[in-house]
T-cell receptor
Framework: DAGVIQSPRHEVTEMGQEVTLRCKPI?????LFWYRQTMMRGLELLIY????????DSGMPEDRFSAKMPNASFSTLKIQPSEPRDSAVYFC???????????FGDGTRLSIL | DAKTTQPNSMESNEEEPVHLPCNHS???????IHWYRQLPSQGPEYVIH???SNVNNRMASLAIAEDRKSSTLILHRATLRDAAVYYC?????????????FGQGTELSVKP
């Protein structure tokens, strides 16, 4: 079975540019989660969706960050404009329902120069 | 949020059992105890979870103290592939939805 698929795996871009991270959850999973991992702050939940609806976005750092889930098989996390402090590994995870174990993708390593 | 306390690091020898401790003295009655692990350069991976009773699956066993203030993840025979950061997480799906709040975890190294 295909797991959670994230793209791109690596992204290097200059400060001020728009960055879009993509996630395809496991088919049949109704909940989707976006996390960010840095050395300083560890793994942090940014936002999660149930049935394509954002439920809790309290972890989104600021208005430069936005996330969408237009359908059950696709989600995006966008940063506009990007800043060097946004450099991190971004993980997407999905689960059958919000209370089931989460399955993580391999992450997108983002570097903002 | 109820917090967990884990040792920063532990060492083990290959093919020996490993006991990873976790303290959660402020656990509430609706908190489930979850364990995830993160191998180098990968996303976290679900290991096991439980509420009150000990649990076993193909990856590991979870031993939960009678007062639920602590738990232990048991890897029965460590392999080199088990070297990872292990996270013990309290999850209250009734009050916090699906949130997983990761701490710093225990970095397990396995020696051949």
């Amino acid at each position: 079975d295909a797991g959670v698929i994230q793209s791109p795996r690596h992204e290097v871009t200059e400060m001020g540019q728009e960055v879009t991270l993509r996630c395809k959850p496991i088919s049949g999973h109704n909940s989707l989660f976006w996390y960010r991992q840095t050395m300083m702050r560890g793994l942090e939940l940014l936002i999660y969706f149930n049935n394509n609806v954002p439920i809790d976005d309290s972890g989104m750092p600021e208005d430069r960050f936005s996330a969408k889930m237009p359908n059950a098989s696709f989600s995006t996390l966008k940063i506009q404009p990007s800043e060097p402090r946004d450099s991190a590994v971004y993980f997407c995870a999905s689960s059958r329902t919000y209370d089931q174990p989460q399955h993580f993708g391999d992450g997108t390593r983002l570097s903002i120069l | 949020d109820a917090k967990t306390t884990q040792p920063n690091s532990m060492e083990s020898n290959e093919e020996e059992p490993v006991h990873l401790p976790c303290n959660h003295s402020t656990i509430s009655g609706t908190d489930y105890i979850h364990w995830y692990r993160q191998l180098p350069s990968q996303g976290p991976e679900y290991v096991i979870h439980g509420l009150t009773s000990n649990v076993n699956n193909r990856m590991a066993s979870l031993a939960i103290a009678e007062d639920r203030k602590s738990s232990t993840l048991i890897l029965h025979r460590a392999t080199l592939r088990d070297a990872a950061v292990y996270y013990c997480i309290l999850r209250d799906v009734d009050n916090q939805g699906g949130k997983l709040i990761f701490g710093q975890g225990t970095e397990l190294s396995v020696k051949p």
